[in-house]
């Protein structure tokens, strides 16, 4: 159902041709569906799901921001950084 809706959502009217955008989102929306099977799966091994729920939470952090680290820009960091600081925790 992800790939067909994302297949309806890239479809311009014109021939069916792939580029790379229509491909990451095909990536993104299968990545999407297998998280949520091995999440459901996981689950089901463990009574403690707000723990499995924070570590899934901290491992996506911590990968997000290696990625973050490693593709960006010096002022990108610091703008990062700057907000991180900044913004009044709630």
Same mark, same amino acid.
């Given at each position: ?14 021939? /069916? ?11 993104? $929306? !299968? *990545?999407?569906?297998?998280?949520? =099977?091995?999440?459901? /799966?996981?689950?089901?091994?463990t009574t403690?799901s707000a723990?499995?729920? $924070? !570590? *899934?939470?901290?491992?996506?952090? =911590? ?28």
């Amino acid at each position: 159902a992800a790939f067909v809706g994302t297949a309806l959502l890239s479809f311009d009217g014109t021939a /069916f041709v792939l580029n790379s955008g229509d491909i990451w989102s095909i990536a993104a $929306a !299968a *990545s999407s569906a297998m998280f949520i =099977l091995r999440l459901e /799966f996981a689950s089901k091994q463990t009574t403690n799901s707000a723990g499995l729920n $924070a !570590a *899934s939470l901290c491992v996506v952090t =911590l990968l997000s921001l290696i990625w973050t680290m490693l593709t960006s820009h010096t002022d990108t960091i610091q703008q990062i950084v700057y907000v991180t600081k900044s913004h009044p925790l709630e």
